[in-house]
């Protein structure tokens, strides 16, 4: 079963740093160099000086230990859970809804907690050494579930006042301490015996099962409903945001793919490779054969792989399209997606085919932008696909499958900042 657990969260002090809409990033991963200095340049109290300090992960540990020091940061007294509300634009006016707090660490061998991609040895490297020079989360793993019949609301109401409130790029922000027996009890009751997919974070879970393992001497995580909590083990938690499947507000995008480089495909001989194993549909290269490429892509089923193809050497789009091999995807469910048919039929077997290497690949959640630098022949090419659905990875979960990385696209990002949770046991 879950446990998920009150902490005592550590926040900015609004009358030490002003205004929190400058102390606040979205998560480092998706933070370059230059959004990195801007961000820098908002507040001396900017949380990217802690999560990608410019000079070394002991400068931001020594930053951090300095704000604590200083209170710019304090550490709330009492263990909370923190209610977290997004409020955003994406085909209308949207909330997603979901809770902060310390989730208990436990082996993907358990079955609690399942990954849905794979990840990269050297990203969980960096992050483990920001850890243990720190030796708290700053950015927290953002998990879902299933309890459809779980609706947590601030005491107030919606129209209330909350502990943070900030718009970042677009979208709202609100953060809501919750320390009443009552909703702490019901917050622990809705995780008890749910399954939590780690939707965003993998690495960063994968580096805390690495801290606990060095923390505690390679100490196998108790597993015991009666373990250890957060201020007696703050090593065998680490900080989680938790929502529901069932949140009308849960936004999956897809991620698009860039081709920045095919290894020399030919694409009139891609184009006739492709028709052997899927329908092919063309449309001309202007507005009106957009708006038919993309509203075809959308119509494919849920029983369809599909994708929006554009190629720079050729003069029209591609819909290809094929139908799910349903009995493969008994046994298989990652076989099923479309980011399993793309990887494998699309840049596999269609590549090869027509002299292409191994794809040099980027990612975009724009497909209209995709689209414009394809024809302005900045880019080599771009498939577009429809987003993975919440039962799809639910499924692959289960089956111990995992997808390629940046198969989902969880929309709006957390905000990095709003809280972190200190890894230091009481005394320390």
Partial sequence: MARFRPFRGIRYSPGEVGSMDDVVAPPYDVI???????????????????????????????????WLGDGVLTRDQT?????????????????????????????????????HETTFAHHKEDRLALTEAAKANLSPIFGVYSNPDFVLEPEGGWDGAADIDVIHEGVRHRLWAVSDAASVGRIEEALAGRTVFIADGHHRYETALNYHAKAYGGQELPLEDDAPGDDEAPGSHVLAFLAAFEDPGMVILPTHRELLSSGGADHQAFERALATDFRVETFAKNDSGRDGLLGGLAGCGVDTNGFAVALRDLDHYLLISSEVDKVAAESSPLSALDVSALHTRVLGRAFEAAGGKE???????????????????????????????????????????????????FFPKLLTGLVFHSLKRDGE
């Fill in 32 to 66: 370059d160099g230059a959004r990195r200095d801007a961000l820098y340049d908002t507040s001396p109290f900017n949380v990217t000086r802690l999560i990608l300090n410019r000079e070394s992960h002991a400068a931001a540990a020594e930053q951090y230990e300095q």
């Fill in 79 to 115: 263990p909370a859970f923190y209610l977290y509300a997004q409020d955003f634009q994406c085909e209308g006016a949207k909330r997603r809804v979901g809770v902060i707090g310390a989730l208990h660490l436990e082996p993907f061998s358990a079955g609690v907690v399942l990954p």
């Fill in 359 to 409: 794809a040099e690949l980027a990612y975009s959640v724009d497909p209209l932008r995709l689209l414009d630098r394809v024809d302005s022949r900045d880019l080599e090419g771009a498939f577009l696909m429809n987003a993975t659905r919440p039962e799809q990875m639910a499924a692959v979960c289960h089956s111990g499958e995992l997808m390629p990385q940046k198969s989902t696209y």
